[in-house]
C-alpha cells in the first residue's frame, strides 16, 4: 500500500483515493478479472493507469475514439508515465517507432481501438508482447441492450481466448443492470470483482424546463455565465446551425459541431473547445464521447434525449472536475413526438420495442415533480436515500399541493375497471365521457367511472396522471402501446381511502438555479488561466493537460508562496511541480506582492478582491487608447462580453467613458426611443421589440451610460 500511494503522489499529485479506486487496483495487481461501474469523473483512468506504473508489462487499453486515446496520452505524459496510441492518425513510419518501443518495453500503456485489435498481423504482435492487463474502457458498447451499442465491440470475446492468462478489466460509467450482466458475459470475465460506484454526481444541478420561450432562456443563461465552458445539444443538425448563428448575432461566440461538416471543420471546432479558445459548443449527439474536458460548468439540451442513459452520459461530461455545474434539459410533447416518428422508421420491431421503453422512461423523468436525483439514480438500479437532494429544481423549488383523493380514486378506479390493459389517454376519455368508436366497441361506455371525469379538462387529467406515475400509485409498462398497472400503493387509495396530494396543476417555475464559487481570488485565478493558457500553447496540449481548474481555484485561494505549500495542493505531482513550480509560484507571489488581497491561507493575509482590478485598468488603458470592444477582446484573449464587463465597472468607478466609442449614434438613438415607446428598462422586452441587430451587450451599455447621465 506505501508503494501505491508513493505513486499516486508522485505521479497524479492525489495523497487520497476516490471511493472504490484502491480496491480496484488492489484487484488488478492480484491478477484478478474486475468488472467497474463508475460515473464520469469518478476517476476510472486511474484505476488501470496507477498499476501499469507499478507491475511489469503493458497495460493494453482499448478505447473507442481517437480524441479520447490523444487526450489521455498527453495527460500521462504530461505527469511522466510512458505511454502511446496507435490508430489511424498516424503515419506507418509513427505506428512501426512505437511498436519498437514497444518491444523494448519502453511503455506502460498503450491505446488502441477494437478495430485495431482486432488486425491479424496487429493481435500476432500483441501475442509476442508481455501483457499484465487488458483495460476494456466504455464496455458498455459491447451490449445490444445499451444506447450506445457498437458491432465492432463484439469481437473483444476472443480476448480471453488468445489471452487467458492475462488480467482483463471492463469499465463504463452508463449501464443498466440488464447491461451489466451483458458486459460481463459477452467478455468472459473469470470470476471477477464486481465494482460498482454510486451513480450520484453531487457536484451536478439538474433542471428541466419547458419550452417556453427557449432561446431567450439560452440566451439570458449563457449571458450569466460568460467565460464558462459549456456545451448545448440539440436533436438536429439544421437546428445546431441555427442555434449558433442566432446566438452570434446576439453577441454569443459559439462552435457547431455536427456529422454534416467536414472532418476539417469538426476537428478544429472540438480542438478550439478543448484548447479553451471557445467556450461553447453547439451539438448533436456525435459529440463528446472521448471528450475528457474537466472544466465545463454546463451541459444544455435544447432538445429532448431519446433515453435516459444517453442523457447521464452527455450531463457526466459536465463538472468532471468535481466543481459545481448545471445540466439543464428543455422539454416538450413536440420533442416527444418527433422521437416517436424516428422509432417507427426502425426496422426491427424488438428494436422498436426497447426505443419506446427508454422514451416512456425519460419522459416520466421530464414530467415528475420527484426529486430528479432519485429517479436518476433507480433507473440505474440504486437507491438514493434523501427525500431532498438539494441539487435539484423539484428539491429547490417549493411545490404547491392540492387534496387530489377524489380525483385520484377515479382515476385508478377506472385503471382497476378496464383490466389494467389500457394507456393514459383511453382512461381520460372514458372518464370525459369521449363517444370514441373504439372505447364504444369495447363497452366502456357502460361502465361506472364513464364520463364521472368530465369537471376537469384533458390538460388536467394529463397532470393527475403523471402525479399518480411519478408518486408510485401507477406503474407503466410496455414499450409501442404502453398500459397502466396498479401499484400497492393504489389498494390503500381505493378501498382503504388513504389521502392523496398532488402538485397544484399550473405550469412549472422557470428559474434557474444558480452556483456561487468558494471565497478564491477571482484576479488570481485569472491570472492563473493565462499562465495555464501560455503553457499549453507552448507544449501544444488542451489547457486541462497541464492543470485542471480545481488545482487552479486551489492555488488561488490558499495562495502558496514556497515549494512545500505547493506540493500541497490538489493534482499537482512531483513532475508537474519540478517543470511548472517556479511559474507557478512567481505567478502567485508576484501577484500578492501587486494587490491588495496578501496572502490567504498559508500567508496570513486577508482574501479580497481590490476594488479596482488590474485586468479592469488593463482593458482601461486600451479604451484610452482608442481601442473598440472586438479589438480589445481579441488583444486580451477575452469574450467580447468580459470586456463590457469591464466597462460596466469602470462606470461604477467614475472612470470618464464616451459611449459613442462602443455604440453608434443610431443604435443609441434606437435603444432610447424603445425605452420611451415601452416605458421600462428591462432588457429583454427591448431585446425583443429591437430585434435581432441588437445584443444584450448593446442593452447593457445604454443602460449604464443612461444611469450615469442622470446622477450627473
Request: overall charge neutral; aromatic content about 10%; glycine content about 6%.
Amino acid at each position: 500500500m506505501d508503494a501505491i500511494r508513493q505513486t499516486l503522489q508522485k505521479y497524479f499529485g492525489y495523497s487520497e483515493f476516490r471511493p472504490l479506486q484502491q480496491e480496484i487496483i488492489e484487484a488488478i495487481l492480484n491478477h484478478q478479472d474486475a468488472f467497474v461501474l463508475m460515473p464520469t469523473g469518478g476517476g476510472k483512468s486511474l484505476c488501470y493507469q496507477l498499476p501499469s506504473i507499478i507491475q511489469e508489462g503493458l497495460t493494453v487499453v482499448i478505447s473507442p475514439l481517437i480524441s479520447l486515446m490523444k487526450d489521455q496520452v498527453d495527460s500521462l505524459l504530461a505527469n511522466g508515465i510512458s505511454a502511446a496510441f496507435i490508430n489511424s492518425s498516424l503515419t506507418y513510419e509513427q505506428i512501426d517507432d512505437i511498436k519498437e518501443q514497444l518491444q523494448k518495453g519502453k511503455i506502460d500503456l498503450l491505446y488502441i481501438a477494437p478495430e485495431r485489435l482486432m488486425m491479424p498481423n496487429f493481435l500476432a504482435f500483441l501475442e509476442k508482447l508481455k501483457i499484465s492487463l487488458f483495460a476494456v474502457d466504455e464496455a458498455h458498447c459491447i451490449s445490444e441492450w445499451g444506447h450506445d451499442f457498437r458491432p465492432e465491440y463484439r469481437e473483444l470475446t476472443i480476448l480471453k481466448q488468445k489471452f487467458s492468462a492475462t488480467t482483463l478489466i471492463a469499465l463504463t460509467a452508463t449501464a443498466t443492470p440488464l447491461v451489466q450482466d451483458d458486459i460481463i458475459t459477452q467478455l468472459h470475465l473469470t470470476n471477477p470483482q464486481i465494482f460498482k460506484a454510486s451513480f450520484n454526481r453531487h457536484n451536478l444541478f439538474y433542471q428541466v424546463l419547458p419550452k417556453i420561450d427557449t432561446y431567450q432562456q439560452l440566451s439570458d443563461y449563457l449571458l450569466e455565465h460568460q467565460d464558462e465552458s459549456g456545451i448545448i445539444y440539440c436533436a438536429t443538425r439544421k437546428t445546431v446551425d441555427n442555434l449558433t448563428t442566432q446566438l452570434a448575432l446576439d453577441g454569443i461566440k459559439a462552435l457547431p459541431y455536427h456529422a454534416g461538416l467536414s472532418k476539417k471543420e469538426r476537428d478544429r471546432n472540438q480542438d478550439d473547445f478543448i484548447q479553451d479558445n471557445a467556450d461553447i459548443i453547439v451539438a448533436t449527439i456525435a459529440f463528446g464521447m472521448g471528450i475528457d474536458k474537466p472544466n465545463v460548468r454546463f451541459v444544455i439540451h435544447y432538445d429532448l434525449p431519446k433515453n435516459l442513459e444517453g442523457y447521464y452520459q452527455e450531463t457526466g461530461r459536465a463538472g468532471r472536475d468535481g466543481l459545481k455545474s448545471d445540466c439543464i434539459l428543455y422539454y416538450s410533447y413536440g420533442d416527444k413526438i418527433k422521437i416517436e416518428y424516428f422509432i417507427n422508421e426502425m426496422g426491427e420491431s424488438k428494436e422498436r420495442e426497447i426505443a419506446y421503453e427508454k422514451l416512456q422512461k425519460i419522459i416520466q423523468y421530464c414530467d415528475s415533480r420527484l426529486c430528479r436525483r432519485k429517479l436518476l439514480l433507480s433507473y440505474f438500479g440504486e437507491e438514493y436515500p434523501e427525500e431532498n437532494c438539494g441539487t435539484c429544481d423539484n428539491c429547490t423549488q417549493h411545490v404547491d399541493t392540492f387534496d387530489a383523493t377524489i380525483p385520484a380514486q377515479m382515476f385508478l378506479s377506472c385503471v382497476a375497471r378496464v383490466g389494467q390493459r389500457f394507456g393514459v389517454n383511453y382512461i381520460i376519455d372514458i372518464l370525459k365521457g369521449s363517444k370514441s368508436e373504439r372505447l364504444i366497441h369495447n363497452g366502456h361506455n357502460r361502465i361506472s367511472t364513464y364520463g364521472i371525469g368530465r369537471d376537469y379538462t384533458k390538460d388536467e387529467w394529463t397532470e393527475i396522471a403523471r402525479g399518480l406515475i411519478n408518486y408510485g400509485y401507477l406503474q407503466i409498462e410496455g414499450g409501442v402501446y404502453p398500459i397502466l398497472k396498479m401499484a400497492d400503493k393504489a389498494t390503500d387509495v381505493l378501498f382503504n381511502n388513504v389521502p392523496v396530494k398532488l402538485p397544484l396543476l399550473k405550469e412549472r417555475k422557470t428559474g434557474m438555479k444558480k452556483f456561487v464559487s468558494g471565497k478564491m481570488n477571482m484576479e488570481l485565478f485569472s491570472r492563473l488561466r493565462a499562465l495555464r493558457k501560455q503553457i499549453s500553447q507552448e507544449e501544444g496540449v488542451p489547457p486541462y493537460i497541464i492543470f485542471n481548474d480545481v488545482t487552479l481555484q486551489e492555488i488561488a485561494t490558499k495562495m502558496p508562496s514556497t515549494w512545500d505549500q505547493l506540493h500541497r495542493i490538489t493534482g499537482i505531482g512531483y513532475y508537474k511541480i519540478k517543470k511548472y513550480g517556479p511559474r507557478l509560484l512567481k505567478t502567485v507571489i508576484g501577484f500578492s506582492q501587486t494587490s491588495s488581497s496578501g496572502l490567504d491561507e498559508w500567508g496570513g493575509g486577508a482574501n479580497k478582491v481590490p476594488p479596482m482590478s488590474d485586468t479592469c485598468l488593463f482593458t482601461y488603458k486600451l479604451i484610452q487608447s482608442k481601442k473598440s470592444i472586438p479589438e480589445i477582446a481579441s488583444i486580451r484573449e477575452l469574450s467580447q462580453g468580459t470586456i463590457v464587463k469591464h466597462i460596466l465597472i469602470l462606470l461604477e468607478h467614475q472612470k470618464e467613458l464616451d459611449i459613442d466609442q462602443f455604440l453608434t449614434k443610431e443604435k443609441q438613438m434606437h435603444i432610447e426611443e424603445a425605452i420611451q415607446k415601452l416605458n421600462t428598462d428591462r432588457l429583454t422586452p427591448l431585446k425583443e421589440h429591437l430585434g435581432a441587430g441588437y445584443s444584450y451587450d448593446d442593452l447593457r451599455l445604454a443602460m449604464a451610460f443612461r444611469n450615469v447621465a442622470k446622477n450627473e
